[in-house]
């Protein structure tokens, strides 16, 4: 395990059967962060309260950005999506452990 981190659901730690925080290692450690990311960067209420189409493919390239910024990520394989109005799905290729996947 290169990376480490305590599991995040729904803004709270995720308990184990012996009240002990979850841990996420590797991919899962990566795509947490990801999510984390991009919601603390602001981008996504922006987005998310956006109706121009363009404004929306601007803060999705900004998104995307993010992402490839993060040394863990391949640069040029971060995608973003919007699946609907409210949700996002944003993909991208770690250098050691594959691809990864987000909902947001």
Do not use: C, W
Not at 82 to 90: L, M
């Amino acid at each position: 395990m290169d990376y480490v981190d305590l599991l995040v659901t729904d803004d709270d730690l995720t308990l184990g059967p012996t009240t002990e925080p979850v841990l996420v290692s590797d991919r899962a450690s990566i795509a947490q962060d990801i999510k984390h990311l991009v919601r603390e960067s602001g981008l996504l209420v922006v987005m998310l309260a956006e109706r121009d189409s363009d404004k929306v493919a601007v803060n999705m390239r900004r998104i995307e950005t993010l992402v490839e910024n993060d040394l863990r990520i391949k640069p040029g394989t971060a995608r973003v999506r919007r699946a609907d109005t409210q949700t996002i799905y944003i993909t991208a290729n770690t250098v050691k452990f594959g691809p990864v996947e987000v909902y947001l």
